[in-house]
């Protein structure tokens, strides 16, 4: 199991420990180093500006919104960076929720979000390869557009720019069982937002058989510490958000997902504190138990015994979210 280490995104402003965390992971041998966007920071420039200062480690987006960027656009950047890199780049991308999708980018969610995925994958595998202009009759991104307000003169197009890698890693970010299933058969990796170890069986069959060197990359909070109910608070201040403000009440991908694992009625409670302004409450309602299952934390030998779930089962990259120098070189000695 390789190690990568997930930067997020930024919050009030750019963090200056992302840059030395970067560079003390590929130091340990780190594998990857990812980061990612909400309705902030993008997830391309500061991958950019780590690929100036490393010389070996791997860069992924975890994940770059779809609806940020036409597939054209995310497949530009990804061959730019790709190139300026020496081919390290991956592209995570994710399609978000209603909320953030509507509310921050003012584009319409997708009524078929998994034909909107399919379709903005296909056209930016088109780009990559460069085999011919990219064409598709797509619902959601037709190449060239063809709507009732379209010019009728656009005209397909392959980048002028040839990709320094036709199989330039693609992953995404996937919850619900059907979009895990699509995930596997038209990428090359994915990203899974939660991950318990002891319950693969949340996200269907589409793991039994999964193909050949395909990436299952999760990320994980991972704190070194005594005291695990403190160090559990950052991954329950993290859920607390993600379950009760990322999403509206009657649609909200991530706690449905906390619900298909076991906590769907601890996870309606979260969002009904969070919605009515009890931040604070919200957080001391998620379980103790469901942190716990997704995360590393505890002393040493806890995280050394527990990590050994994680390597059984199908991941193949541990994305490590730690701002702590100390707990990355811990888990790089025990992942040796």
Partial sequence: MRLG???????????????????????????????????GSDAFTPLTWIAAHTSRIRLGTAVAQMAARPPTTAAMHALTLDHLSGGRMMLGLGLSGPQVVEGWYGRPFPASPLTATREYVDVVRQVLRREAPVELAGRFHAHPYRGPDATGLGKPLKPITHPLRPDLPVLLGAEGPRNVEQTTRIADGWLPLYWSPTRPEVYGPALAGLPEGFTVAPMAQVRVCDDIAEGLLPVK????????????????????????????????????????????????????????????????????????????????????????????????????
């Fill in 5 to 39: 280490l997930a930067l997020g995104y930024w919050g009030r402003g750019p963090s200056p420990d992302h840059l030395p965390l970067a560079r003390e992971a590929e130091r340990l041998g780190y594998d990857s180093v990812w980061t990612a966007e909400s309705w």
């Fill in 237 to 336: 201040a993290m859920l607390g958000f993600y379950i009760g403000g990322m999403g509206h009440a009657a649609r909200n991908f991530h706690a449905d997902l906390m619900a298909r694992m076991g906590y769907e009625e601890e996870a309606r409670r979260v969002q009904e504190l969070f919605l009515s302004g009890r931040r604070e409450e919200a957080v001391r309602a998620v379980p103790d138990a469901f942190a716990d299952e997704i995360s590393l934390v505890g002393p040493r030998g806890r995280i050394a015994e527990r990590l050994e779930s994680w390597r059984e089962g199908p991941v193949t990259d541990l994305l490590v979210l730690s701002p702590d120098p100390a707990t990355l070189r811990v888990l790089a000695e025990l992942n040796s």
